[in-house]
């Protein structure tokens, strides 16, 4: 008769040899989920703390804008920010060459007479800018004779449900854009201004 069976008995050797890889196969998996999550917590987090970095170095500026389409049927109304520096005129100095989708360009800013800021030249580089630069993307091949359309990453602003429409009906020349503008050319969007006052905030979160 043997041990076995009896509550006080010591386990047979075969059980005590594998308790210690089930308990480390435990430990792994429980690394392996613990990493997962905390990529995706980073990815998550990268883009808040970049955007979040623009808003607390970058330089106000006031930028002319067109809202369009206020409503998004996924995530609620909100208004797209059509930029009066979306679209640069092919006199500008610095567009005197070809220019290729999806080329970064770092277009200079000059402020005009009512405090809004207008872009004076287009850079390959932000350091060549005397003033304030905004970065952008090329939207299409060009060649010097034409406009140049940018993107910058700062065309949409959403609202809180039910105000797109009434956003819509302001008449353009009555809103303003005002945005964070870090040396280097970053960007995010602040307020959202109608006559001067500011209508609605970003908080970059």
Same mark, same amino acid.
């Given at each position: 008769m043997t041990d076995a069976g009896h509550p006080?008995? %010591?386990a047979p /050797?075969?059980?005590? /040899?594998? @308790?210690?890889? =089930? @308990? !480390?196969?435990?430990? @792994?998996?429980? =690394? @392996?989920?613990g990493l997962i999550a905390l990529v995706q917590l980073c990815l998550i987090a990268l883009p808040l703390l970049e955007r979040a970095s623009v808003h607390w170095t970058g330089e106000e500026v006031v930028l002319a804008v067109r809202p369009v389409d206020p409503r998004d049927l996924l995530r609620g109304d909100y208004v797209i920010i059509n930029l009066a520096i979306?679209?640069? %005129?092919? !006199?500008? %100095?610095?567009l005197d060459r070809p220019?290729? /989708?999806?080329?970064? +360009?770092? +277009?200079?800013?000059? /402020?005009?007479?009512?405090? =809004?800021?207008? %872009?004076?030249? =287009?850079?390959?580089r932000a350091a060549e800018a005397k003033g304030p630069?905004?970065?952008g993307k090329a939207s299409y091949d060009r060649t010097p004779q034409e406009d140049l359309s940018v993107d910058y990453g700062l065309d949409a602003f959403f609202v809180p449900e039910g105000e797109g429409r009434a956003i819509e009906t302001t008449p353009p020349e009555r809103m303003q854009l005002v945005i964070a503008l870090t040396a280097g050319g970053r960007s995010a969007p602040l307020r959202l201004l109608v006559d001067g006052r500011p209508i609605l905030s970003d908080a970059g979160f």
């Open positions: 006080g008995a %010591p /050797a075969s059980a005590r /040899a594998t @308790r210690p890889s =089930v @308990r !480390s196969a435990t430990a @792994r998996g429980s =690394v @392996r989920w979306a679209r640069l %005129p092919a !006199s500008l %100095p610095g220019i290729e /989708a999806g080329e970064i +360009v770092h +277009v200079e800013l000059a /402020a005009d007479a009512a405090g =809004v800021f207008q %872009p004076v030249a =287009v850079h390959t630069v905004i970065a």
